[in-house]
């Protein structure tokens, strides 16, 4: 059984920081990829940044995050996070996490949260 939890989203004023995390059970974490994607009303869901398996894991950030967001992983306690920094009211919308890998049952899984909201106010 693969859960997956989001939380930390909230409101905050354009120009201010926060970080959302995101707990995976149900996984061999060490062999999971994660992933940081959002969703704004009326918009399709987009890549904010991967992260790959292992302690080593390589980045991958969409192109509006770059310089401004970065994602983690501690493979110790099941979680990863999006640190943002510098928000705009552009990033206003609601972030899912995902997760890609193997499950404790060694079957592949491809794993989403329930999303957090996040809302930026100019």
């Known amino acids: 059984q693969v859960q997956v939890v989001e939380s930390g989203g909230s409101l905050v004023q354009a120009g201010g920081s926060l970080r959302l995390s995101c707990t995976v059970s149900?996984?061999?974490?060490?062999?999971?990829?994660m992933g940081w994607y959002r969703q704004a009303p009326g918009n399709q869901r987009e890549l904010v940044a991967t992260?790959?398996?292992?302690?080593?894991?390589?980045?991958n950030y969409g192109d509006s995050v770059k310089g401004r967001f970065t994602i983690s992983r501690d493979n110790a306690k099941n979680t990863v996070y999006l640190q943002m920094n510098s928000l705009k009211s552009e990033d206003t919308a609601v972030y899912y996490c995902?997760?890609?890998?193997?499950?404790?049952?060694?079957?592949?899984?491809?794993?989403w949260g329930q999303g957090t909201q996040v809302t930026v106010s100019p």
């Open positions: 995902n997760a890609k890998g193997l499950s404790v049952t060694y079957s592949m899984i491809d794993s």
């Open positions: 149900g996984s061999i974490f060490s062999r999971t990829n």
């Open positions: 992260i790959g398996i292992g302690i080593y894991g390589s980045t």
